[in-house]
């Protein structure tokens, strides 16, 4: 049973950090793509980043690029996404994904994270 437990979101101000975390089970977490993405009000769900089963290789929006650092540690089954700098354009619920090979997606719950004053 693949389940993600996905934590760190929040309410936080303008210039604030978070760190979201993501811990899996009941697939192969070494070997799958991990990701965030995010979905704000009334938009489409859009990736954030993602990183590469050694975590050799990331890849980021241009809207979080040199703010977002994502990392994972695939001894705990658990990817982490560095959120700094936070502006109100950031709000949105992210979601941490799996992607084991290239026919299975695997989706977390989301986690709520609001930037306001």
């Known amino acids: 049973q693949v389940q993600f437990v996905e934590s760190g979101g929040g309410l936080v101000q303008p210039g604030g950090s978070l760190r979201l975390s993501c811990a899996a089970s009941?697939?192969?977490?070494?070997?799958?793509?991990m990701g965030w993405y995010r979905q704000a009000p009334g938009k489409q769900r859009e990736m954030v980043a993602t990183i590469t089963t050694g975590g050799d290789r990331t890849a980021y929006a241009d809207s979080v690029k040199g703010r977002f650092a994502i990392s994972r540690d695939n001894a705990k089954n658990t990817v982490y996404l560095q959120m700094n700098s936070l502006k109100p354009e950031d709000t949105a619920v992210y979601y941490c994904?799996?992607?084991?090979?290239?026919?299975?997606?695997?989706w977390g719950q989301g986690t709520q994270v609001t930037v306001s004053s």
């Open positions: 994904n799996a992607k084991v090979g290239t026919l299975l997606t695997y």
């Open positions: 009941g697939f192969a977490f070494s070997f799958s793509t």
